[in-house]
Nanobody, 122 residues
Framework: QVQLRESGPGLVTPSQTLSLTCTVS??????????WSWIRQAPGKGLEWIGH???????YYSPDLRSRTSISRDTSKNQFTLQLTSLTPEDNAVYFC??????????????WGQGAQVVVSS
């Protein structure tokens, strides 16, 4: 079974950069045709898609966050990472990594990490 797990700091300082890592087990992040996404949910809000990196390493970001977002991967560790710069309290959220199986035609997310709580505070 595919499992995803987020890791990184739970508390970060405003104006700094958030770095989160998603470690994947049970399946390769290079396998066709999976897309690996970062999604967040702020308190009292709905889910917000941040961006993804696909099986070939191609990235795409939400227009709302593109200027502050970078997603990369380390295939040797079967990990992909999120970097979000210029943090403000509006970035307080639970951050999830998740998989999309585009090979099956499913456009949602079939596997999710447990979520990582991130607090932006001085």
């Amino acid at each position: 079974q595919v499992q995803l797990r987020e890791s990184g700091p739970g508390l970060v300082t405003p104006s700094q950069t958030l770095s989160l890592t998603c470690t994947v087990s049970g399946g390769a992040i290079t396998a066709s045709y999976y897309y690996w996404s970062w999604i967040r949910q702020a308190p009292g809000k709905g889910l917000e898609w941040i961006g993804h990196i696909d099986y070939a390493g191609i990235t795409y970001y939400s227009p709302d966050l593109r200027s502050r977002t970078s997603i990369s991967r380390d295939t040797s560790k079967n990990q992909f990472t999120l970097q979000l710069t210029s943090l403000t309290p509006e970035d307080n959220a639970v951050y999830f990594c998740a998989r999309s199986d585009y090979g099956s035609g499913y456009v949602g997310f079939d596997f999710w990490g447990q979520g990582a709580q991130v607090v932006v505070s001085s």
